[in-house]
């Protein structure tokens, strides 16, 4: 009779090694947040601007070919991702692990104003050290991806 109330105060930890997420209803501009690991993910449909500018807008960037990142291989291209119309990122700040705020297609940290671009890669003169930490997923179809942690 007790269970169900220590049930209650019984903290949820989530320690799946995977997690598949929809993104179907994600619309340019949009984006969705899942908690995975301990960890916000955060999951945003790039406009075509954006996707334009990626590749060529680098000169203000800390690193820009990520050689300092937390990255699986996936990511190693100007859009971070694995496909340039969806961006999958940790939102943890690089510098002390403050949530960043997406604003505009690109991330700011609130603690100590770091600016990110869209594919999360920091910009000159932050406090961040490093790009923005990118997850290991994969497309199981168009719309459906699946977070997979790697074996260490
Ligand atoms: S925690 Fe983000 S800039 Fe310090």
Known sequence: MTYPFIKAWI?????KRSMDIDVSAL?????K???WLGRN????????????????????LKDPLSDQSVQPELARNPYRSL???????FTNCTHLGCEVVPKDQQFKCPCHQSDYDGAGRV????????NLDIPNYRYLSNQLIRLEQLDS
Do not use: Y
């Open 11 to 15: 903290p949820s930890f989530d320690n």
């Open 27 to 31: 619309k340019p501009g949009e984006q």
């Open 33 to 35: 947040i899942v908690h």
């Open 41 to 60: 993910v955060l999951l945003l449909k790039r406009e075509s601007a954006s996707i334009e500018n990626l590749p060529v807008s680098t000169d203000s």
């Open 83 to 89: 496909r340039p119309e969806l961006f999958v990122t």
């Open 123 to 130: 910009l000159e003169g932050a406090a961040a050290p490093r």
